[in-house]
């Protein structure tokens, strides 16, 4: 039931053999969606009805009830919504600062930027955790705390942040709007809070919202660092209790389609793709 | 010319802030990023008793490379089925005759589903195709015993199944704008010239795209090659991946040194560097035929 086995014909079926075109989506089209929809959706409507299964044909809410009364499951939310918030502060006074001065006054850096943004997608998350717990066995503080975890996820999201807020500044003439605001007397400062941020706003909201999404899912180095996240706590929870794990991925869907549509409502339906999987 | 002066010298009172940002910006990179890669690097080559080329050697040893062979048949498998259904599909819905309403719900969805990974994906398969999955038992209330014939959601072949959940929405994402950029004028050219939609896809369409669904299909590899959350969750680790081995390293599940999951850390990089490589180089030439803005 693997996708490649529902669409046999490659690509001359996608397009109908008559000269004057037919304006309708056609039988090549649908070929090619429905076996994609019975794949997509399936797995979806299988989710959710597994979760709502009591057992003995009795489907009812018993899993997201039993899940309300996990005490583990607010405060692993709760912790993996801290370190999103830590991990979108973290880009947008480091990364976000240093791109817009890069810009400004040393273009010449750009490779370097360029070559940061891509380190982390050459190390993946497995390689760079091992790498940090070969290198950092201390100072506690740093280690010991779940928000250590913020520095691995900052490096997660750069490659997708860095190409969006790139595209939102290259679209800006900088230096002439710094110019012309510093004529008028503006600082630095409010010519960054008054002139470039509003005009980033579409690029720093999609990537906040991605580093949201790509945040409460992450699991490798929470999993391999032992924190206590929401994905974490969701592979706890399937080790033992299906359904409950069921209604988890249900939830972390949502959470998902919820960051996503709001990326697509404030970009230009352009879709964002990041994380490690 | 004197507001200028000005701004000038404002600018480069302003410079050391500037500067300061940037440095914590490559402090950071260095400290978090580029040493711990490095420590990987000097780990891989020295054990207790100094330099040594066992670490890489025990890449060698049948566990490692069956992990690299399993990763790398995986990660072409899934790129591969990604490639073909998310290339058809992204061409089925940008076609004239699609409905709109029909495109902006594969966008989105793929936007979705590209990022609904890891953890939670896994173990929505389980609940389908699990071997206690509902989609399981239906069919076998149905006479159809999916596991008894061989299939199996725990191996190569049902984590492939499992990848091309993010992997064709990712193509799709790709190569949207690849398709779009097909001009209409070639086809009517071609129809014009009396080509068969066959003769125009093998010797027009197929050509223009092919960098850059090779671009996709490489950026796909990588995902699936780096990926680790999906496989344990679905497998704890039972099938030998090459990011599985080195968790099995790092949280001390099998008696090896940190150095042998250094060296299969090392051996990853250098898969990725040169997947890496190869896109940018077919980038390039993909962008040929893009329409300059």
């Known amino acids: ?277 | 010319m004197a507001p200028r002066g000005e701004n000038l010298i404002r600018a480069r009172v302003r410079a050391p802030v500037a500067w300061l940002f940037i440095g914590a910006f490559f402090a950071v990179a260095a400290a978090f990023m580029v040493a711990p890669t490095a420590m990987l690097a000097v780990q891989s080559i020295y054990g207790d008793d100094g330099f040594t080329f066992a670490f890489i050697a025990s890449l060698g040893d049948y566990r490692y490379r069956v992990a690299f062979e399993n990763s790398l048949i995986l990660s072409i498998a899934s790129a591969t089925v990604g490639m073909i259904a998310g290339g058809l599909i992204a061409h089925a819905v940008l076609r004239p005759g699609a409905p709109t309403w029909l495109r902006s719900a594969v966008t989105s969805f793929s936007a979705v589903a590209a990022n609904f990974a890891g953890v939670p994906l896994a173990f929505a398969f389980i609940a389908t195709l699990g071997s206690l999955g509902l989609l399981t038992t239906m069919l076998k209330n149905l006479g159809i015993d999916l596991y008894a014939a061989g299939f199996s959601l725990y191996s190569i072949p049902g984590l492939t199944l499992v990848y091309s959940y993010f992997q064709i929405p990712l193509m799709i994402i790709i190569i949207t704008p690849a398709i779009q950029a097909l001009r209409p004028a070639w086809r009517e050219a071609a129809d014009n010239l009396g080509a068969s939609p066959g003769q125009y896809w093998r010797m027009v369409g197929l050509p223009v795209l092919a960098p850059s669904l090779l671009a996709g299909w490489i950026l796909l590899f990588g995902s699936a090659f780096s990926a680790y959350a999906t496989a344990y969750a679905l497998t704890s680790g039972n099938i030998g991946l090459v990011t599985t081995e080195i968790s099995n390293v790092l949280s001390g599940n099998v008696m090896e040194e940190p150095g042998t999951g250094a060296a299969l850390s090392v051996g990853m990089i250098v898969v990725m560097v040169g997947v890496l490589l190869i896109s940018t180089r077919l980038g390039r030439r993909a962008a040929r035929w893009t329409p300059r803005r």
């Not at chain 1, 409507?45 to 009795?58: A, D, K």
């Not at chain 1, 070559?115 to 010991?144: E, H, K, M, N």
């Not at chain 1, 399937?238 to 794990?245: I, L, R, V």
């Open chain 1, 1 to 277: 039931m693997s996708a490649p086995n529902t669409t046999p014909n490659t690509t001359p079926a996608t397009t109908t053999p008559a000269r004057p075109r037919p304006p309708g989506f056609g039988l090549a089209g649908w070929a090619v969606l429905l076996p994609a929809a019975i794949y997509f959706l399936l797995p979806l409507i299988m989710t959710v009805t597994f979760s709502l299964w009591e057992g003995h044909g009795q489907y009812g809410f018993a899993a997201y009830r039993a899940l309300l009364g996990r005490p583990e499951l607010p405060t692993s939310l709760l912790l993996s919504l801290e370190l999103a918030v830590a991990t979108a502060a973290a880009l947008l006074f480091l990364l976000l600062p240093a791109m817009i001065f890069m810009n400004l006054y040393a273009p010449r850096l750009r490779p370097a930027f360029e070559f940061i943004a891509t380190l982390p997608f050459v190390v993946p998350a497995i390689a760079l955790v091992a790498g940090l717990s070969a290198l950092f066995t201390g100072p506690d503080w740093l280690i010991g705390s779940p928000f250590y975890l913020v520095i691995p996820y900052f490096f997660l999201a750069l490659p997708y942040a860095y190409r969006a807020l790139d595209v939102g500044l290259m679209a800006l003439d900088l230096a002439t709007l710094t110019e012309a605001a510093q004529s008028l007397g503006a600082g630095m400062g409010q010519v960054i809070r008054l002139v470039v941020l509003p005009n980033l706003r579409a690029a720093l909201v999609g990537s906040l919202l991605l580093t949201l999404a790509v945040v409460i899912g992450e699991f490798t180095f929470a999993n391999v660092l032992l924190f206590r996240t929401f994905a974490v706590f969701i592979n706890q929870v399937g080790q033992h209790e299906a359904t409950e794990a069921a209604a988890l991925s249900v939830v972390s869907f949502l959470i998902t389609w919820g960051a996503m549509l709001g990326v697509l409502l404030v970009g230009r339906g352009s879709a964002p793709v990041a994380g490690a999987r």
